[in-house]
């Protein structure tokens, strides 16, 4: 299904805090599971505009952008800034066995939820086996 993610994610992390959020693009939390003949991921953007959100598919990797910028009007005294803002990013791997043609995506309470359908060549069947008349003669 889902072939491998971001293998760079602890690196990110770690930028970000030696350098700052503006080192490089944040990543995002996420969870991904199969549930019936559907694989749904779930990312968690809270406080994200979804205007500012970017889905992409190109030759079976997904990429997820997305935005959230500083509530505080500019010329604003920051007192604390804990809520990270700027550009956040996630890049999926899928497999050959979803349909990456009927992806659905929804945003709600700050989780941007994507439905990808399995393929139907990747969806399990019953094969039927044929062979010989099963009635056996006996000479007798």
Do not use: C, W
């Not at 700050?110 to 019953?126: C, N, S």
């Amino acid at each position: 299904m889902l072939m491998r993610t971001d293998p760079f994610r602890e690196l990110d992390r770690l930028t970000q805090q030696v350098l700052g959020p503006a080192a490089r693009p944040s990543a995002m939390a996420m969870d991904a599971y199969r549930s019936g003949d559907d694989f749904l991921v779930h990312f968690d953007l809270p406080g994200i505009d979804p205007e500012t959100i970017e889905l992409d598919v190109e030759r079976n990797v997904l990429n997820v952008r997305a935005e959230r910028r500083s509530p505080a009007p500019e010329g604003a005294e920051m007192l604390v800034a804990e809520r990270p803002t700027g550009s956040f990013t996630r890049q999926l791997f899928l497999g050959d066995t979803l349909d990456t043609e009927r992806i659905d995506a929804s945003y709600e309470a700050g989780v941007l939820t994507l439905r990808i359908p399995v393929a139907e060549q990747a969806k399990p069947r019953r094969i039927q086996i044929t062979g010989g008349d099963s009635r056996k003669q006996i000479s007798g």
